[in-house]
């Protein structure tokens, strides 16, 4: 079961303009992830928002947290070619158990 | 270094046949993953462990088996039962649940 939804699947913008990705979740959170992957590569972890946040920021990217909603936004200013890839929200499943969910992904492409 | 690797890299099976991925981590995680990305998918959880002698299914298990046997070590067998297993396979671990992950770079699995 996907616990995470991201939006948009995939996005495509010049260099220097800022993206932006949305993440939909079902149930209550205790925290939210934001994971980053390079085409054919493992994941690498940007940033964790915690469910008492709502707003964490490191260098370029500012991830929003509205547990009403059940939403969490990426931004990413001032995007760069180097930010092609496709980024995943993650989020603990309900229970006791560690399992950490992801969702689809949305696919980035920033050109020169 | 510490990190966590998965081996080997590129995988070929034989129709009917057993294959093991080796999953190795020296960072001291009690959790750790196994996922499946298919082409433009995100990730599914195959099985989890949350410590050693301990693991769980996720929502692909069926054709796959997994031990925990050693703190360090999550080995995944892709049986003869799993009928597509053709796939990028991602490993990872961490501390404990609501803590950040950290991904192996994967073993790419094509039936031949």
């Known amino acids: 079961s996907q616990q995470g939804e991201e939006d948009p699947q995939a996005l495509s913008i010049q260099e220097g303009e800022n993206a932006t990705m949305n993440c939909s979740y079902k149930t209550s959170i205790n925290n939210l992830q934001w994971y980053r992957q390079n085409s054919g590569r493992g994941l690498v972890h940007l940033i964790l928002i915690r469910s008492n946040e709502r707003e964490k920021h490191s260098g370029r990217l500012r991830v929003t947290l509205d547990t009403s909603k059940k939403s969490s936004s990426l931004l990413i200013t001032a995007s760069r070619a180097a930010d092609t890839a496709s980024y995943f929200c993650?989020?603990?499943?309900?229970?006791?158990?560690?399992?950490?969910?992801f969702g689809k992904g949305t696919t980035l492409s920033v050109s020169s | 270094d510490g990190g966590i690797t998965q081996s080997p890299k590129y995988l070929f099976r034989k129709e009917g046949q057993n294959v093991t991925l080796s999953c190795e981590q020296n960072l001291n995680h009690d959790a750790m993953y196994w996922y499946r990305q298919d082409p433009g998918q995100g990730l599914r959880l195959i099985y989890y462990?949350?410590?050693?002698?301990?693991?769980q299914k996720g929502d692909i298990a069926e054709g796959y088996s997994v031990s925990r046997e050693k703190k360090e070590s999550f080995p995944l067998t892709v049986t003869s039962a799993q009928k597509n297993p053709t796939a990028f396979y991602l490993c990872?671990?961490?501390?404990?649940?609501?803590?950040?992950?950290?991904f192996g770079q994967g073993t790419r699995l094509t039936v031949v």
């Open positions: 462990s949350q410590i050693v002698n301990d693991f």
């Open positions: 993650a989020t603990d499943a309900s229970g006791a158990g560690t399992a950490l969910i």
């Open positions: 990872a671990s961490r501390i404990d649940r609501g803590t950040e992950a950290f």
